[in-house]
C-alpha cells in the first residue's frame, strides 16, 4: 500500500509563492507518473501537473509558466512550485500516483489566495 503525504499548504497573498511537497513510501521510479490535482467547491478534481517516469512534464494551461514540477530521488518527494499566485488557484491540492492499474492519493493540502 502506497502512502502520500503531502505538505506546505497554506494562505499566501495573491501574487506569491508556495512550495508544496508530497513524500511517498514508495520510490519514486516505481510509479509511471507522480502528480498535483486540485478541487475546488463543486468541482471535478482537475490535473495542475503531472511528471512521468520518464521526465515527461505537463501542465494545465491555467498554470502553465507560473508553476513548476519537481522530483527528488533521494527524498522519494515530489514538489510543486506554485509562484504568481492568483485567487482563482484557491482550492484543495492532492498528490497522485500512477502505478497502473492502480492510482493513489493523498489526503489533500488546502491552498488559500487572498486578494
Known amino acids: 500500500q502506497v502512502q502520500l503525504v503531502e505538505s506546505g499548504g497554506g494562505l499566501v497573498e495573491a501574487g506569491g509563492s508556495l512550495r508544496l511537497s508530497c513524500a511517498a513510501s514508495?520510490?519514486?521510479?516505481?510509479?509511471?507518473?507522480l502528480g498535483w490535482y486540485r478541487q475546488f467547491p463543486g468541482k471535478e478534481r482537475e490535473l495542475v501537473a503531472r511528471?512521468?517516469?520518464?521526465?515527461?512534464?505537463n501542465f494545465a494551461d491555467s498554470v502553465e509558466g507560473r508553476f513548476t514540477i519537481s522530483r527528488d530521488i533521494v527524498k522519494n518527494t515530489v514538489n510543486l512550485q506554485m509562484n504568481s499566485l492568483k485567487p482563482e488557484d484557491t482550492g484543495v491540492y492532492y498528490c497522485?500516483?500512477?502505478?497502473?492499474?492502480?492510482?493513489?492519493w493523498g489526503q489533500g493540502t488546502q491552498v488559500t489566495v487572498s486578494s
Open positions: 497522485n500516483a500512477d502505478q497502473g492499474p492502480l492510482i493513489y
Open positions: 514508495g520510490r519514486i521510479f516505481s510509479f509511471n507518473a
Open positions: 511528471i512521468t517516469r520518464t521526465g515527461s512534464i
